[in-house]
């Protein structure tokens, strides 16, 4: 089972950036795909940014293309997002896990979601 655990999250102002850090335990990333989600207080789990296999292709919801970008590194097991141009709209708590290729849907260990990590943007 592989179990994800975020980090680096923080308090920024608009405009500000902010690097995510996924480590990873139970696999070698780049055999999984991975996938970033974010969850505001009272409303669901929304997809963020996935990659496939071996770092490849990434794709990202309509309001962060552009401004966001998922890589990984093998052998620090870690799977990034670089989040440049923050707008209050990217608050939440960001969670990372492995997923099914191809797909939005979470590869969860028996413990379900790992650690997540606040992002809060100001205005």
């Known amino acids: 089972q592989v179990q994800a655990m975020a980090s680096g999250g923080g308090s920024v102002q608009a405009g500000a950036s902010l690097r995510l850090s996924c480590l990873a335990s139970?696999?070698?990333?780049?055999?999984?795909?991975w996938g970033w989600f974010r969850q505001i207080p009272g409303k669901e789990r929304e997809e963020v940014a996935r990659?496939?296999?071996?770092?490849?292709?990434?794709e990202y919801v309509g309001s962060v293309r552009g401004r966001f970008t998922m890589f990984g590194h093998n052998a620090k097991s870690t799977v990034y997002l670089q989040m440049n141009e923050l707008v209050p709209a990217d608050t939440g708590m960001y969670f990372c896990?492995?997923?099914?290729?191809?797909?939005?849907?979470?590869?969860?260990?028996?413990?379900?979601w790992g650690q997540g990590t606040q992002v809060t943007v100001s205005s």
């Open positions: 896990a492995s997923i099914r290729c191809g797909t939005w849907s979470p590869l969860l260990a028996s413990r379900g």
């Open positions: 990659m496939f296999k071996n770092y490849g292709i990434t």
């Open positions: 139970g696999s070698d990333i780049s055999s999984n795909c």
